[in-house]
């Protein structure tokens, strides 16, 4: 079986991110589909990128079929963390992304926060099976204010947001405001903060203006703009940012999910829709890796 899951990682990797041509990414998932087993319960499987993740039908089925997951993000990430940094991890799902940035800040830390509870059990177990004692899991949302809130499971991905006008599955679940956890924690700086929370995003943002405005970490963020206007419609993602501080906005040439160069977006007009935006400060343009902007500073 490890074979076989090596073989269809590999066979992905060369037909997502080596030899891209029209059709590559479906003929990929065809065969990894037809090579490995539906997942069904939790299985322990190798990544590209040098360790192990648990996955759940819940949560994972892509890094089973492929090895991988937003192969663009990761990039991104990788050239803006160093040693010693603090990487937040907003809606962390089973923690690939939380695994990955513990690889890269070392004695540095990384907080983790996933309130749906299958998921938050496989982050866990894969902090526990890569031995990251640099991460932090947290059991709980993140808004704008202390509250409970029900957590809707029955849709393709948990949201705090009901996009639904039946009654749907869902858990109550506790939400912690980020400026206060960074307070309890006596964490100061952060250095990179990534948010995936299917349209809570201005909440979660909202409930971070201290850092935002004294001390702004690097922002990546998805944008949906029809999760947008399912809640707190009144201001956007892209114009909270811009006002709070000296933000630029970028997108990646491509996709979050393919390794490109970023670009600067100007209007959010311009914004592919269903993808993340990456947030810089003047201060983080003169000091990142200038490799991963399509046009030098």
Known sequence: ?????????????????????????????????????????????????????????????????????????????????????????????????????????????????????????????????????????????????????KLYTDIHSPSLVDHNDEPTHHEVVDILVLDEVLESEKIAQVKFIKIDVEGFEIHVLKGAQQLLKSNPPIICVEYVKRLQKLNDGDVSIFNFIKEINDYKIFQLEKSSSTKSKLIEVKNEEELRDLDNIYCFTKDHLENIDVDIFKHKW
């Open 1 to 149: 079986m490890e074979k076989r899951i090596l073989f269809a990682h590999q066979l992905s990797d060369l037909l997502f991110n080596k030899m891209r041509f029209p059709g590559s990414r479906k003929f990929a998932r065809l065969v990894s589909t037809i090579l490995l087993p539906e997942l069904t319960t939790k299985v322990e499987v190798p990544t590209k990128y040098n360790f192990r993740m648990n996955v759940h039908p819940n949560g994972g089925k892509e890094v089973y079929h492929l090895g991988f997951y937003e192969v663009g993000t990761l990039n991104v990430i990788k050239h803006c963390l160093n040693q010693g940094d603090v990487f937040i991890d907003v809606g962390a799902s089973i923690g690939l992304m939380s695994v990955f940035a513990s690889q890269h800040v070392g004695k540095g830390r990384v907080l983790s926060f996933e309130p749906q509870s299958e998921r938050f059990g496989i982050l866990t177990s894969n902090k526990a099976l890569n031995k990251c004692q640099n991460i932090k899991p947290f059991n709980n949302g993140l808004g704008q204010e202390k509250n409970q809130l």
